[in-house]
Nanobody, 120 residues
């Protein structure tokens, strides 16, 4: 069992930055693949970024603006978001999987989500 808790969401103006955190507990953290997904009102859940032991992947809409990183000593994954746009407004979720995948169906454990709102 893995428990995930997101934090760091909030309200920011266009062009601003936020850093989301995903704190994990309950299982060997360094072997977990951690993904970030988001869901905007009326839209499908969207892949944002993923970090495994040796690789990072990003969704096309965030490449060059978002950076995913992990601190295994703190059992935490971060999502640094730069140059935020109103289209980035969504609830952001982190998720954990035992295998590297960008598909939400491949993730067994999910956090409760944190709201990010970007004002124009």
């Amino acid at each position: 069992q893995v428990k995930l808790v997101e934090s760091g969401g909030g309200l920011v103006q266009t062009g601003g930055s936020l850093r989301l955190s995903c704190a994990a507990s309950g299982r060997t953290f360094e072997n977990l693949n951690i993904g970030w997904f988001r869901r905007a009102p009326g839209k499908e859940r969207e892949f944002v970024a993923r970090i495994s032991v040796s690789r990072r992947d990003y969704g096309d809409s965030v490449k060059g603006r978002f950076t995913i990183s992990r601190d295994n000593a703190k059992n935490t994954v971060y999502l640094q978001m730069m140059s935020l746009k109103p289209d980035d407004t969504a609830v952001y979720y982190c998720a954990a999987s035992s295998r590297p995948t960008n598909s939400p169906s491949g993730y067994n454990y999910w956090g409760q989500g944190t709201q990010v709102t970007v004002s124009s």
